[in-house]
């Protein structure tokens, strides 16, 4: 679909080809990184701003030139998260964060309103419940990566942060033990299950009332329909709202797609060229459009396209309060270390301040990849 986006720029530049290479996501970190290495890399890598810390050093990856885009029409955190020591190597391409989707329809039937505070939650999914539903939350259970950015968005909004201004690991904090705490009550509560529903039930649970909510990101929006077998059941059914406020706000994390031309290319000035077009509003609402991506560029949410979808509002109330994930090699590892140990404390097999104690251990040994 991509290649249909930029039909306009292959027409107005004929002298450029541009060929794309798809690889499956599981694959595709290392496959870049076999390529890098062995010197035959993409003029152009798509990175992960959530991710991408490995990648931008100017070894790999070239700076973005001066003057050709303005930092300031990203949302800054997805800009931010491709710059080091004051120097851009990636350019924002699409964004996604976490809000909460919720059964409108039930919601309505229990007289409850989306929840606002950490202390609201429970109470509103157990509400959503006695309305009908099975379960008030269809919590993420892959005890994954995923879930470390999740336990980490929360620690952030207990007033903790996960490394300090002098790059060292600050994982266990009274803020990263109460973030554990405030995760395992969904599954203490009764209001989500340790076991279900998986990754590829999530939608079709929701629509049967199996669930009534999810913390999710805004893709989910269109898809309810097709799990439903039914148009116009999501605008009936559904509502969205910014995540609730934990201690210190409701701050929640960046993330989407990036572009980056490698140190390598020997295309660079037609490679930078493709980046700018990508990231001319005009052609992010023409991506949105085409397969739903979100914008990264802040001006193109004002579109009629986008801003027509009132259930996308609580995501970009959400994306203009949001932070970037550690930009340290290693950040991956902890936050899958991080989901294996919110697991056990959802399950009651280890205290939160044992786990924070755990993973504070593991990262420093692992260190930040930074020397």
Do not use: C
């Amino acid at each position: 679909m991509l290649d249909k986006v930029i039909e306009p720029f292959k027409a107005a530049n004929p002298d450029v080809t541009v060929k794309f290479t798809l690889i499956p996501n599981a694959e595709y970190s290392t496959k870049l990184q076999a390529a890098i290495a062995a010197g035959n890399g993409p003029d152009v890598a798509q990175l992960f701003p959530e991710s991408q810390a490995q990648f931008l050093d100017p070894s790999i990856l070239q700076p973005v030139p001066d003057g050709l885009l303005d930092p300031g029409g990203f949302f800054k955190s997805l800009w931010d998260a491709g710059v080091v020591k004051g120097v851009a190597y990636t350019v924002p391409w699409y964004a996604y964060t976490y809000a909460l989707v919720y059964r409108s329809d039930l919601a309505k039937k229990a007289g409850v309103k989306a929840p606002a505070t950490w202390d609201d939650m429970v109470p509103f999914f157990k509400a959503l419940q006695g309305a009908g539903a099975g379960r008030g939350l269809g919590a993420d259970i892959g005890w994954d990566i995923f879930n470390g950015q999740d336990v980490a968005m929360y620690a952030w909004q207990a007033g903790g942060s996960l490394l300090s201004s002098d790059g060292k690991w600050t994982l266990d904090t009274p803020a990263m033990v109460d973030a554990l705490k405030f995760n395992a009550s969904f599954f203490t509560s009764g209001v989500a299950d340790t076991s279900r529903p998986t990754f590829l039930d999530a939608q079709p649970y929701f629509v049967a009332g199996k669930t009534a909510g999810m913390i999710t990101g805004p893709w989910v929006v269109g898809q309810l329909d097709t799990a439903a077998k039914k148009t116009g059941w999501t605008a009936s059914h559904v509502a969205t709202a910014p995540l609730p406020a934990g201690p210190s706000g409701n701050v929640s994390f960046s993330a989407g797609g990036s572009w980056g031309v490698l140190a390598t290319s020997g295309n660079a000035t037609a490679s930078w060229k493709l980046i700018r077009y990508v990231s001319q509003p005009s052609t992010q609402v023409a991506q949105y459009k085409a397969y739903s991506s979100l914008p990264a560029v802040v001006s193109a949410w004002d579109d009629p396209a986008i801003k027509g979808q009132p259930l996308l509002d609580a995501f970009l109330t959400q994306l203009r309060n949001t932070r970037a994930f550690p930009q340290v090699s290693t950040w991956q590892q902890v936050a899958t270390r991080l989901g294996k140990e919110m697991e056990a404390v959802a399950k009651g097999k280890q205290s939160a301040e044992k786990a924070a104690a755990s993973v504070q251990a593991y990262a420093e040994s692992l260190g930040t990849g930074t020397g």
